[in-house]
């Protein structure tokens, strides 16, 4: 069964950083790529980014481009996100997603979110 | 990147039929047949109920299905039935290679 367990949310003032954590487990981790969505209280759902498989490619939404960095390590079946800069609007519960097979293009599997808070 | 359309709230009595429209461009929707749909219960992580425009993953009732046309996608729901009730959002892939959500639809069962 796949597991993904987001942590590193909390509170942090503007201007702050956080890295955020995925633990993955029940799937072949370097097979898959993954992703960020982001959700707003009371609002809609946000792409953030992706990175594929094998790590070396990464793609932003605008809204982060340049403050926000995602990386994976194999070895330990983990998937991060570095925030910086971080502002009022970063507000929102973060989950982390598995992408389905290659060929496909949507996200099958996903953790139960993380929030984080920016607020002084 | 701005957002898909989809309506704010559709509803339906049980039983009934109802279509969520999702309204991107030739960057996004209209190109690509890479458009999947979620389905997210208050206070729960999102859940696909459609992927590549029109395929269902094992264990989505068969009630829901997708379609395109141009630059609009759609979910229809069969049947309508209570635990329908929840927000619906679409999300396409880009030619930035990114992906884009719509901006969510609430489905009321009447």
């Known amino acids: 069964e796949v597991q993904l367990v987001e942590s590193g949310g909390g509170l942090v003032q503007p201007g702050g950083s956080l890295r955020l954590s995925c633990a993955a487990s029940?799937?072949?981790?370097?097979?898959?790529?993954m992703t960020w969505v982001r959700q707003a209280p009371g609002k809609g759902l946000e792409w953030v980014s992706i990175?594929?498989?094998?790590?070396?490619?990464?793609f932003y939404a605008d809204s982060v481009k340049g403050r926000f960095t995602v990386s994976r390590v194999k070895s330990t079946k983990t998937f991060y996100m570095q925030m910086s800069s971080l502002r009022a609007e970063d507000t929102a519960v973060y989950y982390c997603?598995?992408?389905?097979?290659?060929?496909?293009?949507?996200?099958?599997?996903w953790g139960q979110g993380t929030l984080v808070t920016v607020s002084s | 990147q701005s957002a898909l359309t989809q309506p704010a709230s559709v509803s339906g009595s049980p039983g009934q039929s109802i279509t969520i429209s999702c309204t991107g461009t030739?960057?996004?929707?209209?190109?690509?047949?890479?458009v999947s749909w979620y389905q997210q219960h208050p206070g729960k992580a999102p859940k696909v109920v459609i992927y590549?425009?029109?395929n269902r993953p094992s264990g989505v009732s068969y009630r829901l299905s997708g379609s395109k046309s141009g630059n609009t996608a759609s979910l229809t729901i069969s049947g309508l039935q209570a635990e329908d009730e929840a927000d619906y959002y679409c999300?396409?892939?880009?030619?930035?290679?990114?992906?884009?959500f719509g901006t969510g639809t609430k489905v009321t069962v009447l």
């Open positions: 999300t396409s892939y880009t030619s930035s290679s990114t992906y884009v």
């Open positions: 030739s960057s996004d929707v209209g190109g690509y047949n890479y």
């Open positions: 990175i594929s498989s094998g790590g070396s490619n990464t």
């Open positions: 590549d425009v029109s």
């Open positions: 029940g799937f072949t981790f370097s097979d898959y790529a």
């Open positions: 997603a598995k992408k389905g097979p290659s060929g496909t293009a949507y996200f099958d599997s």
